[in-house]
């Protein structure tokens, strides 16, 4: 695996991933970036990246310029992966934090005054998870008027009208669908 862009474009990370772990692949992260950066600048934005498994999708950000990226998931082996990506790219242990929580956890406790710009979610496609989280009242929490909101899970996924959220975009990528949401 490799960064597609930003100051990171290009590194290789050596870290192995196990078959049930589904990072998202280097063709679909550069479509997601191409748009996104249609839409804002990263620079000086904090970045929320759920579900991040592996985090490529918070990396990205980050190599892109964000300011700051939080990332949340209940996988240990994840956390440990993400970890080791990091610490091979340098990057500063103020540009993140990492929880190892389960996202709904998260969301709920969710204390800081920092919202974010850009959020990333990943569920495991084979879930109803997507659905739980744009229903789920607390990203207010997270969430600010603008935020974009960026979601992958599988194709066949048919997505019914959220008041808070408005759909962007809607792009379809073998069996993934990347929807970009902008939270009213």
């Not at 772990?21 to 970036?33: D, Q």
């Not at 904090?46 to 700051?68: H, M, Q």
């Not at 992966?81 to 990091?86: D, G, H």
Request: one cysteine or more; proline letters at 2%.
């Amino acid at each position: 695996m490799r960064i597609v862009g930003g100051n990171f474009k290009g590194k290789k990370l050596r870290k192995r991933i196990s078959k049930n772990i589904r990072p998202t692949s280097e063709f679909v992260r550069e479509a997601i970036f191409d748009i996104l950066e249609n839409y804002l600048d990263f620079a000086n934005k904090n970045v929320l990246d759920l579900f991040a498994g592996t985090g490529l999708l918070g990396i990205e950000a980050l190599s892109r310029g964000a300011d700051f990226c939080q990332f949340v998931d209940k996988s240990k082996s994840s956390i440990e992966i993400l970890k080791s990506f990091l610490e091979e790219l340098s990057v500063e242990k103020s540009k993140y934090k990492i929880t190892h929580s389960d996202v709904f956890s998260f969301l709920s406790t969710y204390q800081n005054e920092r919202k974010f710009k850009v959020i990333f979610a990943d569920p495991p496609y084979e879930t109803n998870l997507f659905k739980k989280l744009i229903e789920n009242p607390n990203l207010e929490k997270v969430a600010k008027k603008g935020t974009i909101f960026v979601v992958e899970t599988h194709s066949k996924f048919v997505f019914e009208n959220v008041d808070w959220l408005e759909l962007m975009q809607k792009k379809i990528y073998g069996d993934t669908a990347i929807f970009f949401f902008e939270y009213k």
